[in-house]
């Protein structure tokens, strides 16, 4: 499967973005999906997860403000993210992976001003 990022931007603290993960090939709903971030100087870190039956798992720091989804029918992943901070900020990238296989999209840039 090949992935494909977008919807980042630039947005005031407090307001939403959704993410979007197009994929391309064969199988996309047996994948598991994740959404990772990187900031600028840290470490890269696992945002969100949602497995091919549809359990979702979140990094303490967007519980409750972030929502992973997908469309299977669409070959699609999103990442709703609400009340964004400024520590939002970094670039985001989608992941694929299953038994054998694993792929990394490219990253779609958010950045929160205060």
């Known amino acids: 499967v090949q992935l494909q990022a977008s919807g980042g931007g630039l947005v005031q603290a407090g307001g939403s973005l959704r993410l979007s993960c197009a994929a391309s090939?064969?199988?996309?709903?047996?994948?598991?999906m994740d959404w990772y971030r990187q900031a600028p100087g840290k470490q890269r870190e696992l945002v969100a997860t949602i497995t091919s039956g549809g359990n979702t798992q979140y990094a303490d720091s967007v519980k409750g403000r972030f929502t992973i989804s997908r469309d299977n029918a669409k070959n699609t992943v999103y990442l709703q993210m609400n009340r964004l901070k400024p520590e939002d900020t970094a670039v985001y990238h989608c992941?694929?992976?299953?038994?054998?296989?694993?792929?990394w999209g490219q990253g779609t840039q958010v950045t929160v001003s205060s």
């Open positions: 090939g064969s199988f996309f709903s047996s994948y598991t």
């Open positions: 992941h694929g992976r299953k038994i054998g296989r694993d792929a």
